[in-house]
Protein backbone atom coordinates (compact mmCIF):
# COMPACT_ATOMS: atom_id res chain seq x y z
CA UNK A 1 0.00 0.00 0.00
CA UNK A 2 0.87 3.48 -1.09
CA UNK A 3 2.72 5.81 1.55
CA UNK A 4 2.25 2.96 4.32
CA UNK A 5 6.07 3.71 5.70
CA UNK A 6 4.99 7.09 6.12
CA UNK A 7 1.86 6.06 8.13
CA UNK A 8 3.36 3.64 10.22
CA UNK A 9 6.21 5.99 11.31
CA UNK A 10 3.94 8.09 12.30
CA UNK A 11 0.92 6.14 13.67
CA UNK A 12 2.83 3.62 15.50
CA UNK A 13 4.85 6.24 18.03
CA UNK A 14 1.47 8.23 18.23
CA UNK A 15 -0.78 4.71 19.02
CA UNK A 16 1.96 4.25 22.05
CA UNK A 17 1.64 7.84 23.14
CA UNK A 18 -2.40 7.49 23.06
CA UNK A 19 -1.41 4.39 24.98
CA UNK A 20 0.34 5.47 28.11
CA UNK A 21 -1.20 8.97 28.71
CA UNK A 22 -3.99 7.54 31.17
CA UNK A 23 -1.25 5.97 32.81
CA UNK A 24 -1.10 9.39 34.61
CA UNK A 25 -4.12 9.28 35.87
CA UNK A 26 -4.21 5.52 36.58
CA UNK A 27 -1.04 5.66 38.92
CA UNK A 28 -2.68 8.44 41.19
CA UNK A 29 -5.61 6.66 41.73
CA UNK A 30 -3.36 2.96 42.41
CA UNK A 31 -1.11 4.88 44.88
CA UNK A 32 -4.52 6.53 46.45
CA UNK A 33 -5.44 3.19 46.72
CA UNK A 34 -3.34 1.83 48.95
CA UNK A 35 -2.91 5.11 51.23
CA UNK A 36 -5.98 3.36 53.20
CA UNK A 37 -9.53 5.38 52.87
CA UNK A 38 -11.98 5.33 49.67
CA UNK A 39 -12.36 8.85 50.77
CA UNK A 40 -8.73 9.57 48.69
CA UNK A 41 -9.60 7.87 45.85
CA UNK A 42 -13.05 9.43 45.12
CA UNK A 43 -10.43 12.72 45.14
CA UNK A 44 -8.63 11.46 42.97
CA UNK A 45 -11.66 10.55 40.76
CA UNK A 46 -13.25 13.81 41.65
CA UNK A 47 -10.12 16.17 40.60
CA UNK A 48 -8.91 14.02 37.70
CA UNK A 49 -12.28 14.54 36.17
CA UNK A 50 -12.66 18.28 36.55
CA UNK A 51 -8.71 17.85 35.33
CA UNK A 52 -10.04 15.90 31.67
CA UNK A 53 -12.98 18.40 30.95
CA UNK A 54 -10.38 21.69 31.74
CA UNK A 55 -7.66 20.13 29.43
CA UNK A 56 -9.68 18.47 26.90
CA UNK A 57 -11.04 21.59 25.85
CA UNK A 58 -7.63 23.65 25.54
CA UNK A 59 -6.77 20.49 23.35
CA UNK A 60 -7.36 22.48 20.84
CA UNK A 61 -3.58 24.21 21.26
CA UNK A 62 -2.27 20.62 19.52
CA UNK A 63 -4.63 19.96 16.99
CA UNK A 64 -4.29 23.77 16.05
CA UNK A 65 -0.44 23.63 15.45
CA UNK A 66 -0.24 20.24 13.98
CA UNK A 67 -1.73 21.59 10.51
CA UNK A 68 -0.50 24.86 9.82
CA UNK A 69 3.29 23.51 10.60
CA UNK A 70 2.65 19.93 8.10
CA UNK A 71 2.06 22.58 5.99
CA UNK A 72 4.72 24.82 6.49
CA UNK A 73 7.16 21.39 6.52
CA UNK A 74 5.82 20.04 3.23
CA UNK A 75 6.23 23.66 1.44
CA UNK A 76 9.75 23.69 2.78
CA UNK A 77 9.41 27.72 4.70
CA UNK A 78 11.88 27.11 7.29
CA UNK A 79 11.32 30.49 8.60
CA UNK A 80 7.51 29.80 9.00
CA UNK A 81 8.05 26.74 10.98
CA UNK A 82 10.11 28.54 13.24
CA UNK A 83 7.42 30.90 13.37
CA UNK A 84 4.24 29.02 14.33
CA UNK A 85 6.57 27.08 16.91
CA UNK A 86 7.21 30.36 18.84
CA UNK A 87 3.46 31.81 18.22
CA UNK A 88 1.71 28.32 19.63
CA UNK A 89 4.27 28.40 22.51
CA UNK A 90 3.95 32.07 23.20
CA UNK A 91 -0.51 31.38 23.15
CA UNK A 92 -0.04 28.11 25.59
CA UNK A 93 2.29 30.28 27.90
CA UNK A 94 -0.42 32.67 28.06
CA UNK A 95 -3.27 30.10 28.82
CA UNK A 96 -1.30 28.17 30.78
CA UNK A 97 -0.80 31.45 33.37
CA UNK A 98 -4.48 32.30 32.63
CA UNK A 99 -5.37 28.94 33.88
CA UNK A 100 -3.42 29.21 36.62
CA UNK A 101 -4.85 32.38 37.53
CA UNK A 102 -8.41 31.60 37.57
CA UNK A 103 -8.32 27.88 37.64
CA UNK A 104 -8.80 27.40 41.29
CA UNK A 105 -11.53 29.64 42.23
CA UNK A 106 -13.52 27.80 39.13
CA UNK A 107 -12.03 24.80 40.06
CA UNK A 108 -14.18 25.09 43.43
CA UNK A 109 -17.45 25.97 41.36
CA UNK A 110 -16.80 22.88 39.16
CA UNK A 111 -16.51 20.75 42.40
CA UNK A 112 -19.09 21.66 44.24
CA UNK A 113 -21.07 20.83 41.17
CA UNK A 114 -20.32 17.57 41.64
CA UNK A 115 -22.04 17.43 44.69
CA UNK A 116 -19.74 15.18 46.77
CA UNK A 117 -19.41 14.75 50.21
CA UNK A 118 -17.47 17.75 52.46
CA UNK A 119 -14.53 15.71 53.06
CA UNK A 120 -14.32 14.29 49.38
CA UNK A 121 -14.78 18.42 48.22
CA UNK A 122 -12.15 19.38 50.46
CA UNK A 123 -9.44 16.59 49.73
CA UNK A 124 -10.26 17.21 46.02
CA UNK A 125 -9.98 20.76 46.52
CA UNK A 126 -6.54 20.21 47.78
CA UNK A 127 -5.93 17.84 45.22
CA UNK A 128 -6.82 20.23 42.44
CA UNK A 129 -4.96 23.17 43.85
CA UNK A 130 -1.58 21.53 43.30
CA UNK A 131 -2.14 20.06 40.49
CA UNK A 132 -3.27 23.75 38.12
CA UNK A 133 0.05 24.63 39.13
CA UNK A 134 1.14 22.16 36.30
CA UNK A 135 -1.30 23.80 33.45
CA UNK A 136 0.89 26.37 32.29
CA UNK A 137 3.06 22.53 31.57
CA UNK A 138 0.17 20.74 29.91
CA UNK A 139 -0.65 24.10 27.39
CA UNK A 140 3.40 23.69 26.30
CA UNK A 141 3.25 20.10 26.12
CA UNK A 142 0.36 20.31 24.05
CA UNK A 143 1.58 22.87 21.86
CA UNK A 144 4.93 20.72 21.68
CA UNK A 145 3.21 17.59 20.52
CA UNK A 146 1.02 19.51 17.53
CA UNK A 147 4.17 20.95 16.32
CA UNK A 148 6.36 17.74 16.41
CA UNK A 149 3.34 16.03 14.21
CA UNK A 150 3.50 18.36 11.87
CA UNK A 151 7.44 18.11 11.76
CA UNK A 152 6.61 14.41 10.70
CA UNK A 153 7.62 13.43 14.23
CA UNK A 154 5.44 11.47 16.49
CA UNK A 155 8.55 9.30 18.17
CA UNK A 156 9.63 12.55 20.72
CA UNK A 157 5.88 12.96 21.84
CA UNK A 158 5.82 9.07 22.47
CA UNK A 159 9.70 9.22 24.56
CA UNK A 160 8.20 12.06 26.52
CA UNK A 161 4.81 10.61 27.22
CA UNK A 162 6.62 7.63 28.63
CA UNK A 163 9.59 9.82 30.84
CA UNK A 164 6.66 11.31 32.44
CA UNK A 165 4.91 8.48 33.61
CA UNK A 166 8.08 7.08 35.04
CA UNK A 167 8.89 9.96 36.49
CA UNK A 168 4.97 10.08 37.88
CA UNK A 169 5.24 6.90 39.51
CA UNK A 170 8.66 7.26 41.00
CA UNK A 171 7.57 11.03 42.95
CA UNK A 172 4.64 9.89 43.68
CA UNK A 173 5.10 6.36 45.11
CA UNK A 174 8.44 8.00 47.00
CA UNK A 175 6.62 11.01 48.35
CA UNK A 176 3.66 8.98 49.37
CA UNK A 177 4.93 6.08 50.75
CA UNK A 178 8.50 7.91 51.91
CA UNK A 179 7.40 11.21 52.87
CA UNK A 180 4.05 10.39 53.97
CA UNK A 181 2.34 13.22 52.30
CA UNK A 182 -1.07 11.27 51.23
CA UNK A 183 -3.16 13.30 48.62
CA UNK A 184 -0.30 16.10 48.47
CA UNK A 185 2.71 13.93 46.94
CA UNK A 186 -0.06 12.36 44.60
CA UNK A 187 -0.79 15.85 43.51
CA UNK A 188 3.26 17.21 43.63
CA UNK A 189 4.66 14.18 41.78
CA UNK A 190 1.59 14.51 39.00
CA UNK A 191 2.80 18.34 38.41
CA UNK A 192 6.00 18.04 38.68
CA UNK A 193 6.05 14.94 36.09
CA UNK A 194 3.97 17.62 33.66
CA UNK A 195 6.79 20.35 34.14
CA UNK A 196 9.74 17.93 33.29
CA UNK A 197 7.65 16.73 29.92
CA UNK A 198 7.33 20.11 28.67
CA UNK A 199 10.92 21.27 29.86
CA UNK A 200 11.69 17.48 27.99
CA UNK A 201 9.95 19.06 24.71
CA UNK A 202 11.29 22.25 24.13
CA UNK A 203 14.89 20.49 24.93
CA UNK A 204 14.59 18.50 22.00
CA UNK A 205 12.81 20.72 19.85
CA UNK A 206 16.65 23.49 20.58
CA UNK A 207 18.70 21.19 20.07
CA UNK A 208 17.46 19.24 17.23
CA UNK A 209 15.77 21.93 15.36
CA UNK A 210 17.15 25.39 16.63
CA UNK A 211 14.10 27.65 15.74
CA UNK A 212 15.23 30.76 14.81
CA UNK A 213 13.33 33.61 17.54
CA UNK A 214 11.46 36.03 15.00
CA UNK A 215 10.78 39.61 16.49
CA UNK A 216 8.16 39.56 18.95
CA UNK A 217 6.29 42.23 17.03
CA UNK A 218 6.32 39.24 14.21
CA UNK A 219 4.93 36.61 16.44
CA UNK A 220 2.01 38.51 17.49
CA UNK A 221 1.33 40.10 14.03
CA UNK A 222 -2.53 40.92 14.24
CA UNK A 223 -3.43 39.26 10.99
CA UNK A 224 -1.56 35.69 11.10
CA UNK A 225 -2.97 35.75 15.02
CA UNK A 226 -6.39 35.82 14.06
CA UNK A 227 -5.88 33.15 11.75
CA UNK A 228 -4.39 30.92 14.05
CA UNK A 229 -7.26 31.79 16.62
CA UNK A 230 -9.47 30.94 14.14
CA UNK A 231 -8.58 27.34 13.64
CA UNK A 232 -8.18 27.18 17.53
CA UNK A 233 -11.79 28.62 18.20
CA UNK A 234 -13.49 25.76 15.87
CA UNK A 235 -11.93 23.28 17.17
CA UNK A 236 -12.35 24.56 20.56
CA UNK A 237 -15.92 24.63 19.82
CA UNK A 238 -16.19 21.30 18.10
CA UNK A 239 -14.54 19.96 21.33
CA UNK A 240 -17.09 21.53 23.35
CA UNK A 241 -19.46 19.63 21.32
CA UNK A 242 -17.93 16.43 21.89
CA UNK A 243 -17.64 16.85 25.60
CA UNK A 244 -21.49 17.47 25.31
CA UNK A 245 -22.02 14.08 23.96
CA UNK A 246 -19.81 12.18 26.35
CA UNK A 247 -20.94 13.91 29.31
CA UNK A 248 -24.64 13.43 28.25
CA UNK A 249 -24.02 9.67 27.90
CA UNK A 250 -21.79 9.53 31.89
CA UNK A 251 -25.39 11.49 32.71
CA UNK A 252 -28.14 9.47 30.79
CA UNK A 253 -27.02 5.85 32.39
CA UNK A 254 -26.34 7.39 36.04
CA UNK A 255 -30.26 8.33 35.33
CA UNK A 256 -31.33 4.64 34.60
CA UNK A 257 -29.33 2.69 37.55
CA UNK A 258 -25.74 1.97 39.45
CA UNK A 259 -25.28 -1.37 37.15
CA UNK A 260 -26.35 0.50 33.99
CA UNK A 261 -23.80 3.83 34.37
CA UNK A 262 -20.89 0.98 35.74
CA UNK A 263 -21.87 -1.20 32.85
CA UNK A 264 -21.52 1.70 30.31
CA UNK A 265 -18.49 2.68 31.78
CA UNK A 266 -16.53 -0.65 30.96
CA UNK A 267 -18.41 -0.82 27.27
CA UNK A 268 -16.23 2.42 27.01
CA UNK A 269 -13.64 1.50 27.49
CA UNK A 270 -14.04 -1.04 24.30
CA UNK A 271 -14.37 2.53 22.46
CA UNK A 272 -11.49 4.11 24.29
CA UNK A 273 -9.57 1.13 23.61
CA UNK A 274 -9.87 1.81 19.59
CA UNK A 275 -9.56 5.45 19.77
CA UNK A 276 -6.17 4.78 20.64
CA UNK A 277 -4.92 3.31 17.68
CA UNK A 278 -7.81 5.29 15.16
CA UNK A 279 -5.98 8.14 17.08
CA UNK A 280 -2.64 6.97 15.79
CA UNK A 281 -3.30 7.30 12.09
CA UNK A 282 -5.37 10.35 12.59
CA UNK A 283 -1.78 11.88 13.69
CA UNK A 284 -0.73 10.78 10.51
CA UNK A 285 -3.62 12.18 8.28
CA UNK A 286 -2.93 15.60 9.91
CA UNK A 287 0.93 14.86 9.46
CA UNK A 288 0.85 13.73 5.94
CA UNK A 289 -2.44 16.11 4.50
CA UNK A 290 -0.71 18.93 5.83
CA UNK A 291 2.63 17.57 4.39
CA UNK A 292 1.38 16.97 0.36
CA UNK A 293 -1.00 19.94 0.63
CA UNK A 294 1.97 22.62 1.64
CA UNK A 295 4.07 21.18 -1.23
CA UNK A 296 1.23 21.09 -3.45
CA UNK A 297 1.51 17.50 -4.19
CA UNK A 298 -1.84 16.85 -5.39
CA UNK A 299 -1.41 13.36 -6.25
CA UNK A 300 -0.29 11.99 -2.71
CA UNK A 301 -2.73 13.89 -1.11
CA UNK A 302 -5.48 11.90 -3.04
CA UNK A 303 -3.70 8.50 -2.53
CA UNK A 304 -2.83 8.93 1.15
CA UNK A 305 -6.77 9.85 1.82
CA UNK A 306 -7.90 6.72 -0.14
CA UNK A 307 -4.68 4.69 1.97
CA UNK A 308 -6.39 6.09 5.45
CA UNK A 309 -9.77 4.86 4.57
CA UNK A 310 -8.36 1.70 3.68
CA UNK A 311 -6.77 1.39 6.73
CA UNK A 312 -9.44 2.52 8.46
CA UNK A 313 -11.84 0.13 6.89
CA UNK A 314 -9.33 -2.78 7.90
CA UNK A 315 -8.93 -1.41 11.68
CA UNK A 316 -12.69 -1.43 12.04
CA UNK A 317 -12.98 -5.38 11.01
CA UNK A 318 -10.94 -6.50 13.24
CA UNK A 319 -11.95 -4.45 16.26
CA UNK A 320 -15.49 -5.34 15.82
CA UNK A 321 -14.51 -9.36 14.86
CA UNK A 322 -12.24 -8.75 18.26
CA UNK A 323 -14.97 -7.15 20.59
CA UNK A 324 -17.30 -9.98 19.48
CA UNK A 325 -15.33 -12.59 20.26
CA UNK A 326 -13.95 -11.57 23.31
CA UNK A 327 -15.95 -9.11 24.47
CA UNK A 328 -16.67 -10.85 27.78
CA UNK A 329 -13.88 -11.83 28.66
CA UNK A 330 -12.35 -8.35 28.93
CA UNK A 331 -15.86 -7.13 30.77
CA UNK A 332 -14.97 -10.00 33.05
CA UNK A 333 -11.11 -8.74 33.58
CA UNK A 334 -12.60 -5.10 34.06
CA UNK A 335 -14.88 -5.70 36.64
CA UNK A 336 -15.92 -8.51 39.35
CA UNK A 337 -19.44 -7.78 39.91
CA UNK A 338 -21.40 -10.77 38.04
CA UNK A 339 -24.53 -8.50 37.74
CA UNK A 340 -22.93 -5.31 35.95
CA UNK A 341 -21.07 -7.74 33.65
CA UNK A 342 -24.21 -9.53 32.98
CA UNK A 343 -25.76 -5.91 32.09
CA UNK A 344 -22.54 -4.60 30.14
CA UNK A 345 -22.72 -8.23 28.06
CA UNK A 346 -26.68 -7.35 27.20
CA UNK A 347 -25.54 -4.21 25.57
CA UNK A 348 -22.44 -5.36 23.91
CA UNK A 349 -23.79 -5.80 20.38
CA UNK A 350 -23.62 -1.72 20.52
CA UNK A 351 -20.00 -1.80 21.33
CA UNK A 352 -18.89 -4.15 17.93
CA UNK A 353 -21.10 -1.47 16.02
CA UNK A 354 -18.89 1.21 17.49
CA UNK A 355 -15.64 0.54 15.43
CA UNK A 356 -17.79 0.13 12.47
CA UNK A 357 -19.73 3.29 12.87
CA UNK A 358 -16.39 5.36 14.52
CA UNK A 359 -13.65 4.78 12.20
CA UNK A 360 -14.56 7.11 9.44
CA UNK A 361 -14.79 9.95 11.81
CA UNK A 362 -11.41 9.60 12.98
CA UNK A 363 -9.63 9.37 9.53
CA UNK A 364 -11.37 12.49 8.29
CA UNK A 365 -10.92 14.36 11.69
CA UNK A 366 -7.18 13.94 11.11
CA UNK A 367 -7.09 14.76 7.14
CA UNK A 368 -9.10 17.99 8.10
CA UNK A 369 -6.88 19.50 10.98
CA UNK A 370 -3.73 19.05 8.26
CA UNK A 371 -5.45 20.49 6.06
CA UNK A 372 -6.59 23.08 8.16
CA UNK A 373 -10.17 22.90 6.88
CA UNK A 374 -11.52 23.03 10.69
CA UNK A 375 -15.09 24.87 10.13
CA UNK A 376 -15.65 21.79 8.53
CA UNK A 377 -14.80 19.72 11.57
CA UNK A 378 -16.89 22.09 13.65
CA UNK A 379 -20.13 21.83 11.35
CA UNK A 380 -20.23 17.90 11.35
CA UNK A 381 -19.85 17.55 14.63
CA UNK A 382 -22.21 20.03 16.14
CA UNK A 383 -24.54 18.23 13.05
CA UNK A 384 -23.45 14.92 14.61
CA UNK A 385 -24.49 16.38 18.10
CA UNK A 386 -27.83 17.54 17.37
CA UNK A 387 -28.78 13.62 16.01
CA UNK A 388 -26.86 12.30 18.94
CA UNK A 389 -29.38 14.36 21.04
CA UNK A 390 -33.05 13.29 18.69
CA UNK A 391 -32.38 9.83 18.49
CA UNK A 392 -32.05 9.75 22.11
CA UNK A 393 -35.21 11.62 22.85
CA UNK A 394 -36.70 10.41 20.63
CA UNK A 395 -36.25 6.86 20.93
CA UNK A 396 -35.32 6.67 25.41
CA UNK A 397 -38.42 6.34 26.39
CA UNK A 398 -39.43 2.87 24.08
CA UNK A 399 -35.53 1.61 24.06
CA UNK A 400 -34.20 3.10 27.00
CA UNK A 401 -30.33 2.44 27.33
CA UNK A 402 -30.92 0.94 23.70
CA UNK A 403 -31.70 4.24 22.68
CA UNK A 404 -28.02 6.31 23.99
CA UNK A 405 -26.13 4.00 22.32
CA UNK A 406 -28.23 3.65 19.39
CA UNK A 407 -27.77 7.63 19.40
CA UNK A 408 -23.90 7.46 20.23
CA UNK A 409 -23.39 5.11 17.44
CA UNK A 410 -25.57 7.57 14.97
CA UNK A 411 -23.54 10.39 16.13
CA UNK A 412 -20.27 8.42 15.52
CA UNK A 413 -21.79 7.66 11.52
CA UNK A 414 -22.65 11.24 11.13
CA UNK A 415 -19.81 12.59 12.05
CA UNK A 416 -17.56 10.36 9.89
CA UNK A 417 -19.93 10.88 6.74
CA UNK A 418 -20.85 14.70 7.06
CA UNK A 419 -16.68 15.16 6.94
CA UNK A 420 -16.65 13.35 3.82
CA UNK A 421 -19.71 15.76 2.67
CA UNK A 422 -18.11 18.97 3.86
CA UNK A 423 -14.67 17.81 2.01
CA UNK A 424 -15.97 16.68 -1.31
CA UNK A 425 -18.54 19.38 -2.07
CA UNK A 426 -16.69 22.20 -0.39
CA UNK A 427 -13.06 21.51 -0.58
CA UNK A 428 -12.57 18.73 -2.40
CA UNK A 429 -11.83 20.09 -5.62
CA UNK A 430 -10.47 23.05 -4.44
CA UNK A 431 -7.40 21.11 -2.60
CA UNK A 432 -7.00 18.83 -5.69
CA UNK A 433 -6.37 21.79 -8.03
CA UNK A 434 -4.84 23.97 -6.28
Known amino acids: MKHSREIRAIAIPAI????????????????????????????????????????????????????????????????????????????????GLGLLCVGAPCGKY?????????????????????????????????????????????????WIAIVINIVNIALSVSLVFGFGLKIEGVAVGTMAAQWLGALLGLAIVFRKYRPVRPPVIE???????????????????????????????THAGARRSVDILAANALLLQLFMLFSFFMDGFAFAGEALAGKYYGSGDRGSLRSLIRSLVLIGIVFAAVFALLYASV?????????????????????????VAVPVCGFLAFIWDGILIGLTRTRAMLYAMAIAMLIFFLIYFIFTPVFANDALWLAFCAYLAARGVAESL?????????????
Open 422 to 434: FFRFSFGKSIVSK
Open 16 to 95: VSNITTPILGLVDVAVTGHIGAAVYIGAIALGGTVFNILYWLFNFLRMGTSGPTAQAYGAGNAKAVALIFWRSLAVAAII
Open 327 to 351: GDVFMSLLAEDPQVVAVAHRYLPWA
Open 110 to 158: VLAFMDADDATQALASHYFAICICGAPAVMISYALTGWFIGMQNSTAPM
Open 219 to 249: IFRRKQLLAFFRINTDIFFRTACLVAVTLWF
